[in-house]
């Protein structure tokens, strides 16, 4: 499996001869002004433009209703992508979006006649309660003959969902974990993504799954980065299960 981290939430990876590319965010750094006059803040832009992305077979698309996860630029890409998996409600909201429920899977032919699996499965996009304020989310789990088992969480903070994906598809052998303690007042600045040390609980749920995390750095609204990522996982004694990735460059991941 190789994997390119283009910067927050979105990475580029390739599974069963196809190309996937997560949540994307290809704006240039900005402020952007909500609705309700909530202010969001972008810090870096994609280490790949997306004019340069090459084409896209599947989007896996966590939510739509954030700006870190489907910005200006990722929403004019969707229509260019054959296949864009999201959640139910992403579907009645983005014309040509596939939803799926929890625990609903759907086939994707490879180019050598094979399958992939995709199946959606529960996220927590903050404490409990927090889909009345923020919307539903999803994540992914792809299986297929001769490939890796891969988790890919969304934004997630709840380890007890960990728990329920790992018990219901693990072993796993690649896990890319959205993280990065990301805060809002909305939730009075309650975690919305998992916090370094919750991935650390997460990772021994899917032991032995190397651990690629993303989505921690970019944005205002993230409280822990990489390097606080990486501390906790050496003080677990699990540096040798974590991948971290430098921005726009393929890495193989295994």
């Known amino acids: 499996m190789k994997i390119t981290h283009i910067g927050g939430p979105t990475a580029l990876f390739t599974y069963g001869g196809l190309t996937f590319l997560t949540d994307p965010a290809f704006d240039s750094p900005r402020e952007y002004t909500m609705p309700t006059g909530r202010k969001m803040e972008k810090l870096t832009g994609p280490a790949i433009p997306v004019a340069d992305l090459g084409p896209v077979d599947v989007v896996l698309l966590s939510h739509d209703q954030h700006l870190d996860n489907l910005d200006e630029s990722g929403r004019a890409l969707l229509p260019s992508v054959p296949t864009v998996l999201s959640t139910p409600g992403a579907s009645d909201r983005i014309p040509g979006v596939r939803g799926l429920e929890n625990w ?20 927590l996009h903050g404490p409990e309660g927090a889909e009345a304020v923020l919307g539903v989310v999803t994540g992914f789990v792809l299986q297929s003959a001769d490939q890796p088992t891969v988790y890919v969480s969304g934004d997630n903070a709840s380890v007890d969902l960990v728990k329920q994906i790992a018990d219901r598809f693990g072993p796993f052998d690649v896990a890319v974990l959205f993280a990065g303690a990301a805060r809002t007042i909305l939730l009075d600045g309650a975690n919305l993504t998992l916090t370094s040390a919750e991935a650390v609980e997460a990772a021994h749920l899917l032991a032995p799954a190397t651990i690629v995390p993303v989505h921690t750095e ?8 990489p390097d606080q990522f990486a501390q906790a996982f050496a003080a677990a004694g699990l540096t040798d299960r974590l991948r971290l990735l430098e921005h726009g460059v393929a890495t193989e991941v295994h």
Do not use: I
Request: proline share 7%; glycine share 14%.
């Open 104 to 123: 609903q899977s759907t086939e994707l032919t490879r180019p050598d006649g094979g399958v992939v699996t995709v199946t959606a499965v529960p996220a």
């Open 218 to 225: 970019g944005w205002a609204h993230f409280t822990e980065g």
